[in-house]
């Protein structure tokens, strides 16, 4: 009986842990959605690299009839890709309003357009939602003459040859640095020589203001986006060009769910992994890395990678002589306080200390209404999978409920914001300094001394200086 339990139990553990590793990266359930299933033979590397990395991949139509990204109100897959299609709509079952509603369960949508169909109505008003914005037509093609391929765009010039990208800005996480080719698996990175992408046959899109967009790959600045439709006349009222331009943008949401836009298809096909190609003006070809680049992409898009997690959350307080229990619930005014918080990066299959970029800083505030203080988190602690970040300082001279909190929320990050309310109250009336330790109260100390030694030495003088009785006096009695 003690075995079967302990089996039992080891099962349990068995399975917590496996649920524990499938929920660490936002589930495993990857629907793909192409215009004819028989679509998928064209992306075969792209979809066997996703298979290799632990997908359960379900195969769909758009306009299938047992397509439901909802079951008894849970999502019934945990990422979606999305192929262009011919179709002006993609169907009951993915209206825009579904997919928004998916995004806000948490899900995850990796969008792919092509130039050679124009982008559904239904997918041009999700982008809209989130602004980003399309050419009029819906497939205008994004050309480049300077930076084209001669051997496959001689003429055309619709396929692009660009650099692997690299950070936004130095303040920013870099996620889409590609490995050297030397070292595919991700150990080394050769930043000083970036490889080179191809964009073939692609749509460029503009972005809006908002702070939740960030472009990925953008367009050279001789690029420009230009419909063969269009009359020689019309060139002079472009929709965008250079890096107004976005080929490949990310947006994640408030609740830290991922949409990605890749303006081309034709870049995640078998074709142009590891394909070679030739610039203009250059002598030797090339080799694409747009396979590194797609895992990179994707592996974002579906939470592989630039996902944090909160390990957890203590202060107390840093005083000698006290308890300094964790996470109390109450402080006094004017208290040392040390505050620390433990982060784990998930990186493709497993946790790592999570480093804050050279340029920023992860900060810590503590505040009432408004911030009374706001204060840089020092790394302190490493191990092999978290970093812990801590700051001490004194808290302020003001009652009232405050707030220890972290909002830390970065491009390709996931939001970090951890907030614990505690209660500072006013000192005790036994926990005042004592009169005599004030130095600025020792005259009135003194004035004190001497006015109640005075006192008692007039009133010893009165009664021990009565006046001598008199005759009369006697008399009288």
Known sequence: MRSFRSLVSLLLLVLAAAVQAISSNGGNRLLVILEDVANKDGYSKFIGDLEGRGFDIAYETPKSESLHLFHLGERSYDHILLFPTKSKGLGPNLTPSILLQFINAQGNILLALSGSTPVPSTLVSLLLEFDIHLPADRQSLVVDHFNYDTVSAAEKHDVLLLPTPGPLRSDYKDLFSLPSPDARDGSARDRETPGTLAFPNGIGHSLGNGPLLAPILRAPSTSYSYSPKDEPEALDDLFASGAQLSLVSALQARNSARFTVVGSADMLSDKWFDATVKKAGEKNSVTTRNRDFAKAVSGWTFNEIGVLRVNWVEHHLNEQGLSNASNPKIYRIKSDVTYSISLSEYSWDKYIPFTVPENDELQLEFSMLSPFYRL??????????????????????????FNFLVNYKRPFLSNVFE???????????????????????????????????????????????????????KKKQ
């Open 376 to 401: 840089k988190l020092s790394p302190t602690i490493s191990s092999e999978d978290s970093t812990t970040y801590s700051v001490s300082f004194k808290l302020p001279d003001q009652h009232g409920i």
């Open 419 to 473: 907030k614990n309310t505690v209660s500072v109250r006013h000192n005790a009336h036994n926990e005042w300094d004592r009169s005599f330790v004030i130095s600025g109260a020792w005259p009135w100390i003194a004035g004190i001394a001497v006015t109640v030694t005075g006192w008692l030495g007039f009133c010893a003088l009165w009664l021990y200086s009565a006046p001598p009785a008199t005759g009369e006096s």
